[in-house]
Nanobody, 114 residues
Framework: VQLQASGGGVVQAGGSLRLSCATS????????LGWYRQAPGKQREVVAT???????DYADSVKGRFTISRDNAENRVFLQIDSLKPEDTAVYYC?????????WGQGTLVTVSS
């Protein structure tokens, strides 16, 4: 199983990024997917999730700015990030889960400059 996150970078406050996570080795359409982030010196936190049925949920801090989506044909999950703030700076990880099986990607760094 592999999850490969990409799309991070350095962006000014107010800017946008689109993160992508390519997966292989799982029955993608059956898995719940999520994006998490870990800022320096802080614990990893959930940012957004999407179920196999495409129900979405967001952390309060990102509602209205982040959008999670999935492409079952391409086995990818995306995170559109708009109106970036310096506090969004973190390593962003994708996650896939089916029952007790949980898989993580390696992370992609998002740095927001003020």
């Amino acid at each position: 199983v592999q999850l490969q996150a990409s799309g991070g970078g350095v962006v000014q406050a107010g800017g946008s990024l689109r993160l992508s996570c390519a997966t292989s080795g799982i029955i993608f359409r059956l898995h719940a997917l999520g994006w998490y982030r870990q800022a320096p010196g802080k614990q990893r936190e959930v940012v957004a999730t999407i179920t196999a049925g495409r129900n979405t949920d967001y952390a309060d801090s990102v509602k209205g700015r982040f959008t999670i989506s999935r492409d079952n044909a391409e086995n990818r999950v995306f995170l559109q990030i708009d109106s970036l703030k310096p506090e969004d700076t973190a390593v962003y990880y994708c996650r896939a889960q089916l029952l007790r099986a949980v898989y993580w990607g390696q992370g992609t760094l998002v740095t927001v400059s003020s």
